[in-house]
């Protein structure tokens, strides 16, 4: 089993910018791609970004490209997340995943292994 503990969440302006860390633990080498979702109150989760622990390919979801920008450490086990330019629509509680060698897909049924969360509030 994968751990996953996602960090960086907080209170930011409209503008600002915030990086949000998710750290893996247990069997990581069964992982091959993380991915970065989000699920504002009453709204299902959506795709933002996904990434690949080898190489690094990415694939972002169109409403964030250009502002946000996913990277990895692999000799920390860690994916980051950097969000630029927030707006309050990007307010939500935003969880990594791990892929099931989907790569490319959006949907959170071929995502496994997710972390609590950590919330993002975008102030107007």
């Known amino acids: 089993q994968v751990q996953l503990v996602e960090s960086g969440g907080g209170l930011v302006q409209a503008g600002g910018s915030l990086r949000l860390s998710c750290a893996a633990s247990?069997?990581?080498?069964?992982?091959?791609?993380m991915g970065w979702f989000r699920q504002a109150p009453g709204k299902e989760r959506e795709f933002v970004a996904g990434?690949?622990?080898?190489?690094?390919?990415?694939y972002y979801t169109d409403s964030v490209k250009g502002r946000f920008t996913i990277s990895r450490d692999n000799a920390k086990n860690t994916v980051y997340l950097q969000m630029n330019s927030l707006k309050p629509e990007d307010t939500a509680v935003y969880y990594c995943?791990?892929?099931?060698?989907?790569?490319?897909?959006?949907?959170?049924?071929?995502?496994?292994?997710w972390g609590q969360g950590t919330q993002v509030t975008v102030s107007s």
């Open positions: 995943a791990t892929n099931r060698n989907r790569w490319g897909s959006y949907s959170p049924i071929d995502f496994s292994s």
């Open positions: 247990g069997r990581t080498v069964i992982s091959y791609a």
């Open positions: 990434i690949k622990w080898s190489g690094g390919s990415t």
